[in-house]
Nanobody, 115 residues
Framework: QVRLAESGGGLVQFGESLRLSCTAS????????AGWYRQAPGKEREFVGR???????DYADSVKGRFTISRDIAKNTMYLQMNNLEVEDTAVYYC?????????WGQGTQVTVSQ
């Protein structure tokens, strides 16, 4: 069974940076794609970005140019580098991976951006 564990969340100030990690219990090469979603209080969960098995990435318009997804295959870990954070980025961030047709989710990590 696939397990995903996020880490790296916290409280930062407007304009600062933060890096989230998502470590998988299996080789990330087994994933068709892996990515990040977020959910702010009172809002729907929304797509942030993803990386495919081939290494291609795409991002939501709201984070393009500020967020970058990368991976370390040897560590079975995916990263979300978040720069120039805005108050609107405050949310619980979830790691997501698709293996075959099955989606898997992490437990989430809180990111809070203060003014």
């Amino acid at each position: 069974q696939v397990r995903l564990a996020e880490s790296g969340g916290g409280l930062v100030q407007f304009g600062e940076s933060l890096r989230l990690s998502c470590t998988a219990s299996v080789s990330i090469f087994s994933f068709k794609s892996a990515g990040w979603y977020r959910q702010a209080p009172g809002k729907e969960r929304e797509f942030v970005g993803r990386i495919t098995a081939g290494g291609s990435t795409d991002y939501a318009d709201s984070v393009k140019g500020r967020f970058t997804i990368s991976r370390d295959i040897a560590k079975n870990t995916m990263y979300l580098q978040m720069n120039n954070l805005e108050v609107e980025d405050t949310a619980v961030y979830y790691c997501n991976a698709v293996q075959g047709v099955l989606p898997f989710w992490g437990q989430g990590t809180q990111v809070t951006v203060s003014q």
